[in-house]
């Protein structure tokens, strides 16, 4: 069996990160907006409730997500306006009151929101929804903007999990990624959520950023560990000036090579693995006792556009601007340009800009690939007793790589089975890719490892 640096140097190539299957360069203008709509407004189950808040207070050069800056906290009560009108086309269509079982703030910047600000979010959630006692009820947060009264906010509406962006905390980097976050702000923002209550935190490292160096990067995962999260998310840094043209500005700046990255991986794991951290697969890290892992163990992970979740079989509805929603046989995305999403708010049009509606076959290869992604196990029998095919002749096509991913150890075929091994966690989107009917040259992806 090859080392991980030459598995790695081997299988590196680009390829989707699968929070969704399709994934969403395969959504469209074009899908059937009403069916659409209908899709979700016919459900009467717990759902996850996803609400995007676009506004940064600086821009953060290596940032692939959908924000804009602003400095104006007007803006938000504006947006906060036109997120309740949203939900009020959504009542108006036929949407029914449910219980939300997870709520998420994601960015973009939620702590950008003043106090007030947070408790008025709150407010328009409970006019459509009731929240389950038991919610998993999760915010974004940047320690740059953050502030103990707005924690405290947060705390008030029943907030009880924080993602903190950490990234890295060397300050070159950070000079050179346009993101100053020394580590006594994130010490302190993490002092303020435990004061409040909010005990349960992970948080954001990027690995592959100008002038990471493994005696740098050391420190970051040392000033990592001194938190005390309860999840660690790696990730590669996905360099896309295609997509974020302020990606270009980092050029000029030496990044590590392929080979660097691998070694900035692998002091990661074997630190966290020291620190006690289990590695779900990916980028994800959790503590064994973290809700991570027990979903895992009970086969209730979910992969979603926040990445790993827990509550597999949840439906997601999402509000403001480029937030995505799913249901069984559906995915929709609003419009990720404001004033094309604040035009269609208040033409009292709901504002989806594009989606897809699954076929048969996209809903089997999505259970295939998420059962690889969350499950690291491909049963053949459960496969062939619910749809009523033979596994390996319908994917006779993916077994010769499979094959090949066995002799390097990435994974193991038995009569009735593919399980993933430790080693191929780092490869899933590699293993996933072999059972994508979608893939296309005509679509540009980050690199998958």
């Not at 070159?172 to 923002?189: G, S």
């Not at 290869?365 to 690889?372: A, K, L, S």
Request: hydrophobic share 35%; net charge neutral.
């Amino acid at each position: 069996m090859k080392n991980l640096t030459e598995l790695i140097l081997k299988y590196e190539t680009s390829g989707p990160r699968y929070t969704s299957y399709p994934t969403a360069p395969h959504f469209s203008s074009e899908c059937d907006k009403q069916k659409l709509a209908k899709a979700a407004v016919d459900l009467n189950l717990p759902r996850s409730l996803y609400i995007h808040i676009p506004f940064c207070r600086t821009q953060c050069l290596f940032c692939g997500c959908s924000s804009s800056v602003c400095t104006d906290a007007k803006k938000a009560d504006e947006y906060l306006s036109l997120i309740e009108e949203e939900l009020r086309l959504w009542q108006n269509s036929g949407l029914k009151r449910c219980p939300l079982e997870q709520i998420h703030f994601g960015g973009g910047t939620p702590n950008f929101l003043l106090p007030e600000q947070i408790s008025r979010l709150s407010e328009i959630i409970k006019s459509g929804f009731d929240i389950s006692p038991n919610c998993e009820y999760s915010a974004e947060l940047d320690p740059r903007t953050l502030t103990k009264e707005k924690v405290e906010a947060f705390a008030k509406i029943g907030v009880n999990r924080a993602s903190i962006g950490v990234q890295d905390t060397n300050e070159n980097v950070q000079k050179a990624i346009a993101r100053i976050q020394p580590q006594k702000m994130n010490l302190q923002a993490f002092e303020w959520l435990r004061e409040f209550g909010i005990k349960k935190i992970n948080i954001d490292l990027m690995y592959g950023l100008p002038l990471q160096t493994p005696e740098n990067f050391k420190n970051t995962i040392k000033d990592a560990l001194q938190l005390k999260p309860d999840r660690i998310a790696l990730f590669n840094y996905a360099h896309v000036p295609w997509m974020k043209a302020a990606q270009k500005a980092l050029e000029k700046y030496p990044m590590p090579t392929g080979a660097e990255k691998v070694g900035l991986f692998g002091d990661a794991m074997e630190a966290f693995k020291d620190a006690g951290f289990e590695y779900i697969g990916l980028d994800h890290f959790a503590l064994p006792q973290d809700e991570l892992i027990l979903a895992r163990k009970s086969g209730t992970l979910q992969r979603n556009f926040q990445g790993y979740s827990t509550r597999a079989g949840l439906e997601s509805f999402g509000l403001g601007l480029t937030s995505i929603s799913q249901t069984k046989n559906t995915y929709r995305q609003n419009f990720k340009i404001y004033a094309e999403y604040e035009h269609s708010v208040k033409s009292s049009i709901l504002p989806i800009e594009r989606g897809i509606i699954l076929s048969e076959e996209d809903e089997l290869r999505r259970e295939i690939i998420m059962d690889i992604m969350c499950l690291l196990k491909l049963d053949f029998k459960k496969f062939e007793e619910k749809h009523g095919f033979n596994f390996r002749e319908k994917f006779q096509g993916a077994f010769p790589a499979l094959l090949e991913m066995q002799k390097d150890g990435i994974l193991e075929i038995g009569e009735s089975a593919v399980e993933v091994s430790q080693t191929g966690r780092l490869f899933l989107r590699n293993i996933a890719m072999l059972f994508d009917g979608r893939l296309s040259d005509k679509f540009r992806y980050s690199k998958t490892l």
